[in-house]
């Protein structure tokens, strides 16, 4: 497996995000066919297609949750790496590499057990009734087989893409999403096993995606050797940096676990499992069209990283700004399909007439600010980035938990708006909780982008 190696170091900012985006970009496209291929072809079983989509929706909470620890490690020691390699440090950068992935085995271990142990408990918890249980667990425990592979192969991309390799992680991504979409067809309609076929498939094609990775790690093109030894005392500093780091993006995605399980629990009180599959239908669409922009900034994310720690703060600002012009004309447009054409996103999952009005009306609720979604994702990239924890953290909590959680329950069940209430709950966060990120970031960064907290040793 070859690919050409980006040098941060060279001055072409725009450039180097491009190159680094757009691998980016075919990656998280083919990462999404894992869960995305499995829902459009759920949807399409006959007979049950409408309910099997519910059900499979009841077990999001558990996925998010598995890529919420993937991301602290990921996400969190990536810049770090990021920075030691601007900074000529590439023992510490080794270090750094090697923990996280220690830290992603032990992870995928613990949650693999658990959640075959307490599978069941665990899902009547996010809001699962007696007849979606049983298909809702099956799907999961199948599922849970491919945490390890699952794990390392997203989680060790990051340090792949910080090293300048972008397109080494979308070809092992890309192996493993062209099996899962041959094989889904195959498990769920030819062999008759439905819902757990899909399961069967996508674990399947992660262990091709982690062989891909195991590759990389473990030839002469890789210039960390990767260590497996779990007990290195010298570790414990760079896990808790990692960890401290990584708690933003893994506070965004518990947080969105938390979004979730509210939003399927007052839909189910007061509209049914009907709106639970419409809630699923609007998470796959958000889904899909979140991925170029999150390419663009997780391809900005290590250049961003890489500069800060050499010190180069006019490629520092270029690279912000180079973030912002792709994010947000991307988000107006999205924006302008889904208030003229919502049908076109539904129709890939389902074409249930009740799904179909349901879900049509909810679409232009959920997306109805999506344009701020934009300035949330810039600011929160380069909080990320430069390493401000404090600032990263409090906006992850800031926009989900203290805003779309309650929200959820207050508009329909307080205010009286219903299933409406549900899904206005979203734009209402987009708006406050992004300004709120963006503006704060753009201080923070005009009165000293060097300060204490960024520049603090590993």
């Known amino acids: 497996m070859s690919s050409k190696k980006v040098d941060f170091s060279d001055g072409?900012?725009?450039?180097?995000?491009?190159?680094?985006?757009?691998?980016?970009?075919?990656?998280?496209?083919?990462s999404l066919l894992y869960s995305i291929v499995d829902r459009i072809y759920i949807g399409r079983i006959p007979g049950e297609g409408a309910a099997a989509l519910g059900a499979v929706g009841l077990c999001f909470p558990f996925i998010t949750i598995v890529a919420a620890f993937t991301n602290l490690y990921g996400m969190g020691g990536a810049p770090l790496f990021a920075m030691e390699l601007g900074r000529q440090n590439k023992e510490k950068a080794g270090m750094i590499m090697n923990?996280?992935?220690?830290?992603?085995?032990?992870?995928?271990?613990?949650?693999?057990?658990?959640?075959?142990?307490?599978?069941?408990?665990?899902?009547?918890?996010?809001?699962?009734?007696?007849?979606?249980?049983?298909?809702?667990?099956?799907?999961?425990?199948?599922?849970?087989?491919?945490?390890?592979?699952?794990m390392i192969s997203t989680g060790m991309s990051t340090y792949i893409t910080a090293q300048g390799y972008a397109a080494t992680g979308m070809v092992a991504v890309a192996a493993g999403a062209v099996a899962n979409l041959l094989l889904d067809p195959v498990f769920i309609f030819v062999l008759g096993m439905g819902v757990r076929g899909a399961a069967v498939a996508t674990v399947l094609s992660q262990f091709l995606s982690l062989a891909f990775i195991m590759r990389f790690?473990?030839?002469?093109?890789?210039?960390?050797?990767?260590?497996?030894?779990?007990?290195?005392?010298?570790s414990l500093p760079y896990a808790r940096d990692i960890i401290s780091l990584g708690t933003a993006p893994f506070i965004m995605q518990v947080t969105n676990t938390l979004v979730t399980i509210s939003c399927n629990q007052v839909l189910m009180h007061i509209g049914g499992a009907?709106?639970?599959?419409v809630m699923t239908i609007i998470s796959s669409a958000r889904s899909i069209l979140d991925v170029p922009v999150m390419a663009i900034t997780?391809?900005?994310?290590?250049?961003?990283?890489?500069?800060?720690g050499a010190r180069k703060r006019a490629h520092v600002k270029k690279a912000i700004k180079v973030l912002m012009a792709f994010a947000f004309p991307y988000t107006l447009i999205v924006w302008g399909l889904i208030m003229t054409f919502p049908?076109?996103?539904?129709?890939?999952?389902?074409?249930?007439?009740?799904?179909?009005?349901?879900?049509?009306?909810?679409?232009?609720?959920?997306?109805?600010?999506?344009?701020?979604?934009?300035f949330q994702y810039c600011g929160q990239t380069v909080f990320k980035a430069l390493g401000k924890r404090k600032h990263a953290i409090f906006f992850s909590l800031f926009r989900k938990a203290?805003?779309?959680?309650?929200?959820?329950?207050?508009?329909?069940?307080?205010?009286?708006?219903g299933t409406d209430g549900v899904f206005l709950a979203e734009p209402i966060s987009n708006l406050v909780g992004g300004l709120a990120c963006f503006i704060t970031m753009l201080i923070n960064f005009r009165r000293d982008p060097f300060g204490k907290e960024g520049n603090q040793p590993v």
């Open 12 to 30: 072409r900012v725009t450039l180097d995000i491009v190159r680094c985006a757009l691998p980016m970009l075919a990656a998280q496209i083919l």
């Open 274 to 277: 009907l709106f639970v599959s």
């Open 343 to 374: 049908e076109l996103f539904i129709r890939i999952f389902s074409s249930d007439p009740a799904l179909m009005t349901e879900a049509t009306r909810g679409m232009r609720l959920y997306f109805a600010a999506f344009i701020f979604q934009s």
């Open 217 to 234: 790690l473990f030839n002469g093109q890789n210039e960390f050797p990767v260590t497996f030894s779990l007990s290195s005392p010298s």
């Open 402 to 417: 203290i805003l779309v959680v309650p929200l959820t329950y207050l508009l329909p069940l307080v205010f009286g708006m």
């Open 298 to 308: 997780e391809g900005a994310s290590p250049i961003i990283s890489y500069n800060y």
């Open 99 to 150: 923990t996280a992935c220690r830290l992603l085995i032990i992870t995928a271990i613990l949650i693999m057990a658990l959640g075959q142990l307490l599978g069941g408990r665990i899902l009547l918890l996010f809001g699962a009734g007696a007849k979606m249980l049983p298909v809702s667990l099956s799907y999961l425990r199948i599922y849970l087989i491919g945490t390890l592979p699952l």
